[in-house]
Structure formats: structure tokens, C-alpha cells
């Protein structure tokens, strides 16, 4: 065997990094639909910005507290497996010994070959309980602090993706000539954010980057189109 | 041991709960509090209703498609992981079987307790491969179809959540008579909402759905303020 240590080189995304992808994808795309949208159907940037910035408050809260509640419900359901596996462990020993047996029946062990483990998990409730929950019920233990830091990182990324395609909007007088500057700006945008996002995914950069542009573009679209349709 | 076997009860939210979960939140939310904002801002119903049902479009299409893209990585992600797990292996064996080691190590095993694993595995490379993905790097495999039903669950919620708030806008003629509406629509809407998503991710109804109003309602007095602010 060598002697020196084999690094898991596997790369895995932090939640940082969804979080700001969940809130930038977003973020770039429905306030540029909604203002692209909406320029179809109104000339007046006034409102349009005044929409924008409703839609970039609503949608980054919105967003952000989703974020919260679910890092929330997942450290609750979490404490709450926990608690029925740390009494089934107690109550139902046997039960919960065969299920050990069963997580590796799955990959193709023999009874005698687990029987080392379950009796060394028997011995040691705590981590066998801890065994149970990642192996037998596939739930990580939650990071402490990640509802907060969860909600923050996505109604930021949000609101930062969302000022690109509006700030047209504010600075010029009509709405047809920002939105030919806020297509191009945005689309701009979602390159550079599809490019660095799989950089940090590991998907193809070149690929990510023309399919987030896609994604927002078709979203946009849609949005216009309907916008078209009803406000004549 | 029983004769009767023991039925595992722990609960977990099925994978279109949660995109359904994910959708009607932001759908209940944000076109509500679009509208909302509106209203403190322009008195013309078309233009709200327009800008509401643009927003609908933009965010339920943007939301589906990052969802797809978002199951569509996962699948890619663990596709690449499984390959790569496969070389090690393949080519450095001794590495990986320390590292079956490694993982019941946290568990409080010793190494001669989990050498009869660690041989087994090795006998059976391809099972050796899935108990490495599942157990060192936590990937589950991914259910093959998920992207494009995630894709349609979340729009679908999306649209159906937002179209709640919209309606009174739709049917009314001024914009502040179709806001107390809205209002009142929207939160009994939220309310039974977070109560089912309570009854079915295992958090009490009644804090959930008491939750879950109190974030629409937070999402929308922000935008209403924000609109009312700028729009005058």
C-alpha cells in the first residue's frame, strides 16, 4: 500500500453555492421577463421600474424565507427521525438489527459477512443510531446556522441578479430602448453566470453558460408574449 | 425475534410534494405581492393584471426550468461520480478499501470489524461502486424522468398559486377594491396551503400554516412599501 494518503479529489457544490444559484437564476431571469414583459404593454418606465423593484423585494423575501423554512423543516425532520430512531434502537433492538443487515443485503452481503458490524453497532447505541439515520434513512445532520445563512445568501443573489436586467430602465427614458439594452445586458448576465456555475457544478462551462441564456430567454419570452397578448 | 415484520414509519416528503411545495410557495407569493405592490402605486387594473400575469409566465417558466436543469445536474453529477468511482476501483483498490474502512471508522467500528465488508465488497466490484456512491459520498441514484416532472410540478403549482391573488384583479373593477380581495384570498389560500404542507412533511399543521401566511405576508408588505415608495 503507498504511503501516501489517497485525497478525495470528488467535488461536491457547498451550500453557498446552490444557495446563490437557486437565488441569482432566478434573480436575473423573472424581473427581466416581467420588465421585457411589460414593455410590450406600457411605455411609461415609470411603472415598469416601480414593478421591477415590487417584484425584485417580493421575490427575494419570498425566496429567502422559503430558504429559511426549508433549512428549518430539514433540521427539524431531522431531529425528529432521530428521536423515533434513538427509541426504536431502545424498544426494538432486534428490528433495528436486521435493518442494519438489510442496508447491506442490498449490495449484495451475506448475513454472516454484516453480522460483525451489527454486533459492534449494538455495542455502541449512539453511533448506531447515527449509522441509521445516514445509512438506513440517507439524512444528513443539518449544519447549525444554515437556515439563516441560507436565507440571506439567496435574497441577495437575488436581488443582485434582478438589478442587472432593471437598471436600464432607471437610467433611460424609454422603455423600447432599455429593453433592447437590458436583453443584451442580461443576456451577458446569464453567460457569465452559467459559465462560473459550472465551473462550480462541474458541468461543461461553455454548455451551462448557453443553457442558463436559454432558460431566460424562454422565460422572458413567454413573458412578453403574454404581456403582448393582454395589453394589446 | 417477531414474527410479524417491523414496518419502517418514518416519513419522507415524496420528491413531487416538494416541487409542489416549492412552486405554490413562490406562486401564492410573489404575483400576490406583485399585485399588492402595485396597487399602491397605479390604479389602472389592466396594467396590474398584465404585469401579474407576465410575472406568472416569467416565474413559473423560470422556476420549471431551473428545476429540470436542477435535476438534469444531479443526474449528470452523480453519472460522473459513478465513473469515477468506477476507475478508482478499478486502479487504486487498496485506497478505496481503506476508505469503506474510513466511513464505518466514524461509526466507532474498528478495522478488523469491518474487514469482512470490506472483502466482500471487493469480491463484487459493481456493488462495491453503488455502496461508495451512497455511503462515502452520499449520492442517491437519481429516479430517471425526474427532470421533466419536476419541471411541469413546479410550473404547475407556480401558475396555480399565482393566479389565487390575481383573480380579484381580474374580476373587479378598481384596483384597491380587488386588493382587500386579494388579500383575504391569499391568505386563507396560504393558510390551507402551509396547514397540507404541515400534514404531509411532518411539521405541526397549524405552525405551518400559521408560518407560512405570515411569509406571504411579510413578501408582500415589503413590495407594497417598496412600490408605494417609488410609485408615489
Same mark, same amino acid.
Given at each position: 500500500?503507498?504511503?501516501?494518503?489517497? =485525497?478525495?479529489?470528488?467535488?461536491?457544490?457547498?451550500?453557498?453555492?446552490?444557495?446563490?444559484?437557486?437565488?441569482?437564476?432566478?434573480?436575473?431571469?423573472?424581473?427581466?421577463?416581467?420588465?421585457?414583459?411589460?414593455?410590450?404593454?406600457?411605455?411609461?418606465?415609470? =411603472?415598469?421600474?416601480?414593478?421591477?423593484?415590487?417584484?425584485?423585494?417580493?421575490?427575494?423575501?419570498?425566496?429567502?424565507?422559503?430558504? /429559511?423554512?426549508?433549512?428549518?423543516?430539514?433540521?427539524?425532520?431531522?431531529?425528529?427521525?432521530?428521536?423515533?430512531?434513538?427509541?426504536?434502537?431502545?424498544?426494538?433492538?432486534?428490528?433495528?438489527?436486521?435493518?442494519?443487515?438489510?442496508?447491506? !443485503?442490498? /449490495?449484495?452481503?451475506?448475513?454472516?459477512?454484516?453480522?460483525?458490524?451489527? !454486533?459492534?453497532?449494538?455495542?455502541?447505541?449512539?453511533?448506531?443510531?447515527?449509522?441509521?439515520?445516514?445509512?438506513?434513512?440517507?439524512?444528513?445532520?443539518?449544519?447549525?446556522?444554515?437556515?439563516?445563512?441560507?436565507?440571506?445568501?439567496?435574497?441577495?443573489? /437575488?436581488?443582485?441578479?434582478?438589478?442587472?436586467?432593471?437598471?436600464? /430602465?432607471?437610467?433611460?427614458?424609454?422603455?423600447?430602448?432599455?429593453?433592447?439594452?437590458?436583453?443584451?445586458?442580461?443576456? =451577458?448576465?446569464?453567460?457569465?453566470?452559467?459559465?462560473?456555475?459550472?465551473?462550480?457544478?462541474?458541468?461543461?462551462?461553455?454548455?451551462?453558460?448557453?443553457?442558463?441564456?436559454?432558460?431566460?430567454?424562454?422565460?422572458?419570452?413567454?413573458?412578453?408574449?403574454?404581456?403582448?397578448?393582454?395589453?394589446?
Amino acid at each position: 500500500m503507498p504511503q501516501t494518503p489517497h =485525497i478525495e479529489r470528488h467535488f461536491t457544490a457547498s451550500e453557498v453555492v446552490r444557495d446563490i444559484v437557486i437565488g441569482m437564476a432566478d434573480g436575473l431571469t423573472v424581473p427581466f421577463a416581467l420588465a421585457a414583459g411589460l414593455t410590450g404593454a406600457i411605455q411609461a418606465t415609470g =411603472i415598469i421600474v416601480t414593478a421591477g423593484l415590487a417584484e425584485i423585494a417580493a421575490g427575494s423575501i419570498a425566496m429567502g424565507l422559503g430558504g /429559511y423554512m426549508a433549512a428549518k423543516s430539514d433540521a427539524e425532520h431531522y431531529a425528529k427521525e432521530r428521536e423515533r430512531e434513538k427509541k426504536e434502537v431502545a424498544e426494538i433492538p432486534h428490528e433495528e438489527m436486521l435493518e442494519v443487515a438489510e442496508v447491506f !443485503q442490498q /449490495y449484495g452481503l451475506t448475513e454472516s459477512e454484516t453480522w460483525p458490524i451489527v !454486533q459492534a453497532l449494538k455495542r455502541q447505541p449512539k453511533n448506531w443510531i447515527d449509522f441509521m439515520m445516514r445509512f438506513e434513512l440517507g439524512l444528513e445532520k443539518p449544519e447549525p446556522q444554515r437556515a439563516i445563512k441560507s436565507a440571506i445568501t439567496i435574497a441577495g443573489a /437575488y436581488t443582485a441578479g434582478g438589478l442587472i436586467p432593471l437598471s436600464p /430602465y432607471i437610467v433611460l427614458p424609454t422603455a423600447s430602448a432599455a429593453l433592447l439594452v437590458s436583453v443584451a445586458l442580461t443576456l =451577458i448576465a446569464l453567460l457569465i453566470f452559467g459559465f462560473v456555475k459550472g465551473r462550480f457544478t462541474g458541468t461543461r462551462p461553455i454548455r451551462s453558460a448557453l443553457q442558463t441564456a436559454l432558460i431566460g430567454s424562454v422565460a422572458a419570452g413567454a413573458a412578453f408574449a403574454i404581456a403582448r397578448l393582454i395589453g394589446g
